[in-house]
């Protein structure tokens, strides 16, 4: 079982009035406060605690590193780090590939950034050149959870730490990465479930739900799907009719909105789209279709963009499960922490809402991506 630790990010705005060294000492404080529960018998794994194979593996790299540097010291030398971005397909990947060059910047650490255009191949090519760079610590966002045990393993022969960030990688040996920064997603899928059930609790059945899912073998479209199930099956007479991986781009969740309207018409009363990018490209099919997208079919989404929030205040997206990209601070704070020989709680999950149409409106202003 992995522990979960909520931590909460400050905003821009807070960092800039309160200083880095304060969001320091927040991150510290909420890491301590992470090993206190990870030790009360929870029954939780502490993994990434001080003595454990996981940091003993990661913290001789990080000291190597820094003695190999012809001389200088850790404080002398800007940190190095490699960050394996899997594609730009939506605005959601946008706005966090943005969010980790700005944090770079301000922490003054070199970041060396590739996309990999939603290719595992390029994220593994990429990882290899940052090898051959010998950066110090090699930061990934996976596009699918499998195949990752042959690469992490060269990395760890190169003595080089590693964090996977917003997606997971799924493999037998968890010495293979020190954190893991990212949302629950099982729990979006469950408060997108949630959702559906209490907006049409009195609607007569069948309620025939179609389903816009992410990449295939991808952690979040996995874990919405799985959640959102696991929600909904309170309900007998409610069905999941249609299901069609949409790739989280909005041209193929409206190519696929436009194929399940043709298969099912009227009878679709919920779309669960597992991004806001998805959602947008089936309002149009279902507006080119002649229904109301949030009246004759309701819908629900994941992520919070700006645009989703616009379409919830029009009434045409009903509610959306935040999952944010704002990732940067996290993971650069997760870097020094590192190279500075801290221990890091195996798992940081970044605490989301839920909005609505209800409260889309004082919301909209508020959005950053
Ligand atoms: O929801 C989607 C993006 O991995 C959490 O990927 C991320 C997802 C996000 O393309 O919009």
Known sequence: MERSVVYVIPIRSILYKLGLPFFGLLLMLFLVTGCEQGEAGTGVQTGGQVGTPQMEKAAPAVDGRFTADEGESPESRRIVLGFSQLGSESDWRRANSLSIQEAAAEADIELLFENAEQSQEKQFEAIRSFIRHKVDVIAIAPVVQSGWEPILLEIQQAGIPVLIMDRMV??????????????????????????????????????????????????PSIGRGLGFREEVKAREDLHIVLSEQANFTYEEGKAAMKSFLEQKGREIRVLFAH??????????????????????????SVDGTRKAFEKMVEGKINSVVECNPLLGPILMQAVKELMAGRTLPKRIVTPESVYTEVTAEREVANRKY
Not at 290 to 300: A, C, N, T
């Open 170 to 219: 799924e493999i037998g040996d968890p010495s293979l990465y020190v954190t893991f920064i990212g949302s629950d997603f099982e729990e979006e899928g469950r408060k997108a479930g949630k959702y559906v059930l209490d907006k049409l609790r009195n609607v007569p059945g069948p309620v025939a739900v179609a389903e816009l899912r992410g990449t295939e073998g991808s952690t």
């Open 275 to 300: 991004n806001d990018d998805m959602a947008l490209g089936a309002i149009e099919a279902i507006e080119n279709f002649g229904l109301r997208p949030g009246k004759d079919i309701y819908i629900v």
